[in-house]
């Protein structure tokens, strides 16, 4: 661990720190471009100039290694003229259309030049042109004039996805990012090119033209996409809702878990959010009756579902909760279903094809809680409750979110169970085949709408947070059992998500010691999870 | 005038064939170095006081003596044949003339630094260069000398004047762009193909078989003190016999230029590029300098590659200044970014003078531009450019100023 003193304060770094890294350790930002922890050292920028003693002029701060006794300035004059110098010659064939650029607000260039250039424009000659709204794949557009050339995004293909699409063409400053001849940027982690591209060159195709970012509202949270748990950041537009025809989630960016995901976000997950503000959500309780729907209070909703709890012997009552549902949701559930007596629950409805799995990111199974929903007793496949419904066993039914044609239960038995159970209830955000043929359906939130926790695969317990608020009169669904509850004489004893964490806490061991608080930011291991050696396996293939 | 060392076969016209190679006393050095320690041939070079040919002016057995002494893999000699500085064209003439001088030097400098694999690495334009080459590596190859603990592999250039500079050209070897590399590190510690790597440029190999076949102290006598050796100067532009010529390095760039011939044109001097595009002018006046490495960086200029560009009164600076200006804008790898943003800004900006279009702080806006990216780059390449940018100007202001509306 050598030690070294950066602007005069003496700082301990692991052996193989290089001098941005040591300087943010010692509290001291080195302003850089071409530099990412991730990726290999190129040296393009050239910004992260610093001083060292006995160097006869700035040397780079990312190709040098800490070494012992180092005395490093971040902050002398010379120094800082060359920051100055190296933002005029980034920003002079820049085409300065921050008004018209998407990364506008949060762009380095922005941000840098007003921290370290400031300079009076001498640039009278005509800029280099270069090709513009360039789509490079299904989710990355490139403007080549903005594009400072730091590399970041060609090393990033090369080196974390393997994949090789792109490459810097031309020489001097006529030099641009491009696709290889017959190339796509179509590999499932194309869109982290955006993230990791400090100004406007690469943008988001999805995102672009939504909304000013500076509009935008953040919430920390967990991708719910597959059981892998990325740490994101949930970008919501609340303050000019007009801007993106209703559209209140702008877009998910991911969130650095050392242990999860490091800087990276799949595709499949980035863009899954869509059912959020999607024209199918559930807004309003419903009541379907000789094949029309109509609307419901939650009152006569929450009355229906308590009445049949009460009036049904347990083994007439079935329940299929899902693996998309919160740790609070299913703890809640659990807590109504003992009450009860219920045992014909069952929580997987297996999917018809495999999920896409891969060595990096993306797991096979695209549920965010299966590990959850497993520990509070949901593992079991839904095939054995439908199997009891077609054989009219059951007079009442509970799906949470599933919609049940759509799985790998056999069409006929699906059909058969929805036909013959008494009332069928769905809970859920979105219209699918299943809420449109049950009989009451009592609106939930979607995860962006409330807050709760996610077991990952790895046995990481994870905090997502409020977004936004809930659409039209959807509850989340703890909020919705917990209102059956009170119907039954019985109260959940909590008021959010974090009072049945606690309970949970209590109730299950392998949640033993957790709490909100412990979670934090990044998530904690189960106790059981930790004990059998599952910790910390985190992301393949990426530095953490 | 000194002894004619690297061009002693040259008037032959059948130098470039192992026969008259071997007649006129070729591979004997050879055979005298391979009874010699690895080592031995390393403290020779550097007694003998040799510097690097192509441009740097390093000490050659320093250089070779950094490759790392406890590694075990490879280690691989490139020979820089890449000749692209503007106004050198000596490389060329040795690969023509005289090919198995190299294949000699590297026969001794691959033994010297435990090689068995080298590249040579041509210069794309070079065609006759490369055939004649390809020839004497094939007759070296029949003959024995080569494929029995050295092997050479040619390749070929496709244009970029980066590719000259050594970790470029390591990149293009390797079949990426020609990037230079980020240092440290140094391409003796890891070069190409991740392996300790010496390069060095041809005519500093054609000095190695003569170092040892007649001993450093001779060949240390023949220039400075702090530079062994004669050196051949590529010498154009304004004198009347345009040509290569070999002279010790202790020449003044005035006994050069009446070797030549003269001044022709006007007949009347106005100024020298000493050493490739690469280095900064002098005037008429600062002529009476040696054309060692340490003669002319104490003029504040280079020696680099000997490539000496002799401009008489007619020659317009600026314009001189401008077509440089376009070579280092077009040829900027556009890896880093002070080097591919100024080259075309720079560029842009003399051109307009030329034009007659300049603005009065143009001036001093390059001076500026060109001294703030100096030193900032990952290669030597920028370092190159600015010489020429500053001294233009600065030597000649007038005839810049001249040309500059209401300046």
Known sequence: ?544 | MAEIVLMRNFSNPDSHTLAAYRAGGGYAAWDKARQMEPAAITEEVKKANLRGLGGAGFPTGTKWSFIPKNHTGPVYLVVNADEGEPGTFKDRYLLERDPHALIEGMLIAARAVRCTKSFVYIRGEYVEPWRRFSAAVKQAYDAGLLGQGLDIVIHRGAGAYICGEETGLLSSLEGKKGWPKIKPPFPAIKGAFGQPTIVNNVETLCCVPPIVARGAEWFAGLGTKTQGGTRMYSVSGRVKKPAVYEASVSITLRQLIEMAGGVSGTGRLKAVVPGGGSAAILTADEIDVTMDVDGLKNAGTMIGSAGVMVMDESVSIPEALMVLARFYAHESCGQCTPCRESTGWIYKMVHRIVDGHGHKDDLDTILDVAKRGAGTTICAFYDGAVGPYISYIEKFRGEFEALIPHA
């Open chain 1, 1 to 544: 661990m050598p030690k070294l003193t950066i602007n005069g304060k003496e700082v301990e770094v692991p052996a193989g720190t290089n001098l941005i890294e040591a300087a943010r350790i010692a509290g001291f930002e080195v302003p850089h471009y071409c530099y990412h922890p991730s990726l290999s050292i190129a040296g393009q920028c050239r910004l992260c100039m610093v001083d060292i003693e006995k160097t006869p002029r700035p040397t780079i701060g990312c190709n040098t290694v800490a070494t012992e006794g180092m005395v490093v300035n971040t902050e002398t004059d010379r120094v800082r003229e060359t920051r100055k110098s190296i933002m005029e010659f980034h920003l002079i064939n820049h085409p300065l259309d921050c008004p018209v650029c998407d990364q506008a607000g949060e762009c380095w260039l922005q941000i840098y030049y007003m921290k370290h250039g400031l300079y009076d424009p001498r640039m009278k000659d005509e800029k280099v042109h270069k090709p513009k709204a360039v789509p490079l794949g299904p989710h990355v557009m490139l403007d080549a004039e903005r594009c400072i050339l730091c590399s970041r995004c060609v090393r990033y293909c090369d080196e974390i996805t393997h994949t090789g699409e792109l490459g810097i063409f031309e020489r001097g400053d006529h030099s641009e990012i491009g696709l290889f001849p017959g190339r796509e940027l179509d590999n499932k982690y194309s869109a982290n090119v955006v993230d990791i591209c400090p100004v406007g060159a690469l943008t988001d195709r999805d995102f672009r033209f939504q909304v000013r970012v500076w509009y935008l509202d953040t919430a920390k949270s967990v991708c719910p996409g597959c059981a892998r748990g990325c740490n994101i950041d949930v970008h919501v537009n609340r303050r000019r809702p007009h801007h993106a025809e209703g559209r209140r989630v702008a877009r998910l960016k991911p969130r650095f878990n050392a242990e999860v995901n490091t800087w990276w976000l799949c595709d499949a997950g980035r863009y899954g959010f869509g059912f959020v503000d999607a024209p199918d959500r559930l807004a309003v309780p419903a009541q379907r009756e000789g094949g029309t729907s109509t609307d419901a209070t939650w009152e006569q909703g929450i009355a229906a579902v308590a009445g049949a709890l009460r009036r049904l012997p347990p083994a007439q009552i079935g329940v299929i909760a899902s693996p998309k549902m919160a740790n609070e949701d299913l703890f809640a559930l659990r807590r109504l279903l003992d009450l009860r007596g219920v045992t014909q629950v069952a929580g997987q409805v297996s999917p018809r094809v495999p999920g896409d799995e891969d060595d990096f990111l993306i797991r096979a199974d695209k549920n965010p809680n299966s590990l959850g929903a497993e520990l509070l007793g949901f593992g079991a496949d839904a095939r054995t409750v439908i199997e009891a419904a077609g054989q009219r066993r059951l007079k009442f039914l509970w799906v949470f979110g599933h919609d049940l044609l759509a799985g790998a239960l056999p069409e006929r038995d699906v059909l058969e169970a929805l036909r013959v159970v008494d009332t069928v209830v769905f809970t859920g955000s979105n219209v699918n085949w299943t809420s449109a043929h049950s009989h009451w359906v009592l609106p939930a939130t979607a995860w962006t709408e409330r807050e709760g926790t996610y077991t990952n695969f790895e046995g990481r317990v994870q905090r997502f947070r409020t977004a936004i608020e809930p659409l039209g009169q959807a509850l989340p669904e703890w909020d919705i059992i917990g209102r059956v509850m009170t119907l039954l004489g019985e109260s959940l004893q909590a008021t959010r998500a974090e009072h049945l964490f606690r309970q949970l806490v209590e109730a299950v061991p392998a949640f033993a010691g957790l709490s909100y608080q412990l979670l934090g930011d990044t998530g904690h291991m189960l106790a059981t999870a930790e004990a059998s050696g599952r910790r910390g396996a985190g992301p393949s293939g990426a530095a953490s």
